[in-house]
């Protein structure tokens, strides 16, 4: 842990960080794009006029693929990583992350159903795919919380049901991936997570979905803390703990499907970044929060970065970079915490 | 080890370097002199070898079923793949399964006298088949024009219909070299949809028969530097062809397919979009290394013709 | 029992089942303001149970409680924390929460939103962690702490919540003889000073003799005795209650004897 007075230093060191890799991200790019280009391209506007100074195809790359799709993960890495620290607290495990309620399996899993149906198709449209996903997320989180007997049970009964139902909805996927395997690559794929398929309409859906899951947060960054006291301690200091448990899982699980349903299922950014961020700020909430939603934007974004430049004219999937970065990291991890404990 | 050794070793060594390519060659006369075995070499490098023209032949590929069609040898087929379609009279042959993992007890069952695979064909299939006694000649060459051509003669061998085969590739030949003359003049820069949106750009790159068939074409495809299927939008709009081909993508019909395409924000400004020209075109001929490989470079031909004739 | 002093909190007729077994059958009692009051009885009696739904943490079907005149049932979690307290046996937290900040924990109920510490917020946190003798740890991780020095933290924070009612459950059970002596003496002082009305599990029957004003004695969820250490602390009731030999022993000029168990028997 840092001290305290440094945070503010080590906050605005991250945001000249994060504005530099924005940056990085405008630039990077197979279509080569100069700089003074893209810097005349951004300076005048998103309007393609005969007065603009790049061709339109260059100025239509920016603004409605570059521009959009560094936003749009940076948002998602907010979403995934806040949502990451709320489930850490409310579980009051420091290895649980957005998914452990079945969030992304909900979701590969309808999707995987759907094509088998033949709700989704190779054409579709901007919203199909994402509305199957969306209810697949969401109906599994709702689905655990009433098969767990909701918010009145300790959080480890919802922790469990969530493992077990993640087990039973990939062993469904895998079985109509298998049986529908001409669209298997297809459909991993998207499992795996992108934002080939970003848009400003996109955007606007995923920040509004933000907004709601994160604003909470920030009102709630005490009760948070309390949180992680046993259940008797919290509530004997006045915690109402299960409404709190209720509105926070609501809103970040509300925020992450909707962030899976338009981006697929990228790890460890949800686990990783609230653990990284704990060993500078500590653990209190109300300085956790804002570090931990400037790390999201980070590391999303290089990720996403890295997963369009390394491969020239191809690209990965974002989540085989996270899951190549966060393996290691979390290896790391596991083993100072067993250092520090013995 | 011991000198006394060491000498009748050396000899043992030596005289077998002698003595057995001797005895190799034999062999091999023998075999010359046999006139009734038939062999082949299929793409594993395999020596397929049969004692007489197979009379019962099962397909598990398209290309492979088509081509067999082509030189005559419908009548021969036992066996095909749900995804053999053309021509029409595979719809009376009974079908062994899917592509990937056809039904081995049936294919066993129906007694054929070689299992004949091509490059969608699975290792295990094929050793299962080995396993339970059947010749598979696996024809899974690089996927080229030429290729095709290999696949076809290898047929034409194996089947003792060398001259037909023979005859079909010279007619190929020259359909595309007809082509050729037409496109001499301008080349239309060229993307081909193998897959959009939500799941990715996935198009024709240079490593596939699919850019071989555009190139011939003569088209210009823009994914030419690209491997592996992957290319990223971005370089779809930087390059902004001329014309675009979009198959009808899994699960929809090509109106559907181009309907979603033309209105997908990320698709909708480029300028194939906006000029109309989308084109569709049947994936199956496209696709599949066999007779009918021709019959789609003229046709893409006569597409970009027309197109930029407008 | 019917006390002259006011009542801090008051049990009517309590019934509690757990898993269709019956612990509570019409538990009554009252709990007077401004005492030292202890709760004692072989493990399984009841007793924590009894604190927990003082604390609200169980809800009986049938049955009222009190605090202070209130019923328990029309007060939130908050209301509740402002007026009761508790200090748990064992509350380890595995974040590195500092001895100040677990302690500001306590200051919750009385919070607005967003939480910010006001500078009357930090007198009393700074209060307590005096009254606990802990302000040269305050800046410390709690869980570097030692036993004694953690229990004290908790108390801490228990004081925080300026709650005029504390229970605590075992408090000093897992602690050595210094550090037990210390920590009951410091709750001791709160009630002499006024502070607050102590509630406490104890299973150290000399500790209890020592330092308490009211002995409610439990067996198998019934209230079998209450009242001062020398009425309730007699080898009849301790031999029945704890199916074990004692000797109590007078203590000269005092009121509080000593038990000694027959080890050997």
């Known amino acids: ?342 | 080890m011991k000198t006394r050794l060491q000498f009748p070793l050396f000899a043992l060594v030596l005289l077998a370097f002698v003595v057995l390519p001797i005895s190799g060659r034999g062999s091999q006369e023998q075999e010359i002199s046999h006139s009734s075995l038939i062999t082949v070499q299929d793409s594993r490098g395999n020596e397929i070898t049969l004692e007489a023209y197979p009379q019962r032949i099962i397909s598990l590929s398209p290309n492979i079923t088509e081509t067999l069609f082509a030189l005559g040898l419908g009548d021969v087929i036992i066996g095909r793949t749900d995804y053999c379609d053309y021509p029409s009279e595979t719809a009376s042959i009974p079908s062994m399964g899917d592509l990937l993992s056809p039904s081995i007890e049936k294919i066993v069952s129906m007694e054929p006298d070689i299992v004949i695979i091509s490059n969608l064909g699975q290792l295990q299939t094929i050793e299962a088949l080995e396993y339970a006694g059947i010749p598979v000649l696996s024809l899974d060459e690089e996927e080229t024009m030429d290729g095709t051509y290999r696949i076809i003669a290898a047929i034409g061998t194996i089947t003792g219909k060398t001259a037909e085969s023979q005859q079909l590739i010279a007619d190929m030949k020259s359909q595309i070299a007809s082509v050729s003359q037409l496109t001499q003049s301008e080349r239309p820069t060229v993307y081909y949809v193998a897959g959009f949106g939500e799941w990715g750009d996935f198009t024709a790159t240079g490593d596939t028969f699919l850019h071989d068939i555009i190139t011939l074409a003569g088209g210009d495809n823009i994914a030419a530097d690209a491997i592996n299927w992957s290319f990223q939008l971005e370089l779809l709009h930087a390059h902004d062809p001329q014309i675009i081909i979009l198959p009808p993508l899994w699960g929809s019909t090509f109106d559907e397919t181009k309907y979603q395409f033309v209105n997908h924000p990320s698709y909708a400004p480029l300028s194939a979009v906006k000029n109309g020209a989308v084109v569709p075109i049947d994936s199956n001929i496209m696709e599949r290394q066999g007779p009918r490989s021709a019959e789609a470079v003229v046709k893409l031909a006569e597409i970009f013709h027309t197109l930029l004739g407008e | 029992m019917k006390y002259a002093t006011p009542i801090a909190a008051e049990v009517k007729s309590l019934d509690w089942s757990y898993q269709s077994r019956p612990i509570f059958q019409k538990l009554t009692t009252q709990f007077p303001e401004g005492l030292f009051i202890s709760i004692i009885g072989p493990n399984g009696s009841g007793k924590t149970t009894l604190l927990k739904h003082l604390l609200g943490l169980l809800h009986a079907p049938v049955g009222d409680i009190t605090i202070f005149t209130e019923n328990l049932k029309n007060l939130t979690q908050r209301e509740l924390a402002k007026r009761v307290s508790y200090v748990p046996q064992q509350s380890k937290i595995e974040y590195d929460f500092t001895v100040y900040e677990c302690v500001a924990m306590g200051r919750y109920a009385h919070g607005n939103r967003l939480a910010i510490l006001s500078p009357e917020d930090h007198q009393l946190i700074q209060k307590s962690l005096q009254s606990m003798e802990l302000s040269h740890v305050s800046h410390r991780i709690a869980t570097e702490l030692s036993g004694g020095e953690y229990q004290r933290m908790l108390i801490a924070r228990a004081l925080a919540q300026q709650s005029r009612i504390i229970v605590l459950d075992e408090p000093v059970s897992h602690l050595d003889i210094h550090n037990q002596k210390q920590i009951l003496r410091l709750l001791r002082q709160l009630v002499d000073q006024k502070v607050a009305t102590v509630l406490c599990v104890l299973h150290d029957l000399n500790a209890v003799s020592a330092f308490s004003d009211l002995v409610i004695m439990m067996r198998s969820g019934i209230i079998v005795a209450e009242g001062t250490v020398d009425q309730v602390l007699t080898k009849k009731r301790i031999e029945s209650v704890y199916n074990i030999t004692v000797d109590i022993i007078p203590v000269k000029d005092s009121t509080r004897p000593v038990i000694i168990p027959q080890w050997r028997e």
């Open chain 1, 1 to 342: 842990m840092v001290r305290k007075s440094l945070l503010p230093f080590i906050g605005i060191a991250l945001l000249i960080l994060l504005s530099l890799l924005v940056l990085i991200a405008l630039v990077v790019g197979p279509a080569g794009i100069s700089i003074p280009d893209i810097v005349s391209s951004i300076i005048s506007g998103p309007e393609y006029t005969e007065d603009t100074p790049v061709s339109a195809s260059q100025h239509r790359i920016l603004w409605s693929l570059r521009l959009p799709r560094i936003l749009t993960s940076i948002v998602a890495g907010v979403v995934l990583a806040s949502s990451g620290m709320v489930y850490q607290a409310l579980f009051r495990n420091p290895m649980a992350d957005p998914y452990v309620l079945g969030i992304s399996s909900g979701a590969a899993f309808s999707v995987s159903f759907a094509a088998f149906l033949g709700f989704v198709g190779g054409a579709t449209g901007l919203w199909q795919v994402p509305l199957v996903a969306f209810i697949g997320a969401a109906g599994t989180a709702l689905g655990i919380l009433v098969l767990s007997g909701g918010v009145r049970r300790s959080p480890t009964t919802l922790l469990l049901t969530g493992v077990a139902l993640n087990f039973l909805l990939s062993a469904l996927m895998t079985l109509f991936m298998y049986l529908n395997r001409a669209q298997l690559q297809s459909i991993m794929q998207w499992t795996l997570g992108s934002f080939v398929s970003s848009s400003w309409s996109k955007l606007g859906i995923l920040s509004i979905a933000a907004v709601i899951g994160i604003l909470p947060i920030v009102y709630m960054t005490r009760e948070l803390d309390i949180l992680l006291l046993d259940e008797a301690s919290a509530r004997s200091v006045g915690l109402s703990v299960k409404s709190v448990r209720l509105i926070m899982l609501i809103c970040t699980t509300f925020a992450t499907s909707v962030t899976v349903a338009l981006c697929g299922t990228i790890g460890f950014v949800g686990l990783m970044v609230p653990h990284i961020m704990r060993l500078i700020t500590g653990p209190q909430h109300i300085r956790l929060l804002p570090f931990s939603i400037i790390g999201g934007a980070m590391m999303m974004l290089a990720a996403d970065t890295i997963a369009r430049s390394v491969l020239g004219a191809s690209e990965l999937p974002v989540g085989v970079i996270t899951a190549i970065a966060g393996a290691p990291l979390f290896i790391i991890m596991l083993t100072h915490a067993r250092r520090k404990s013995s």
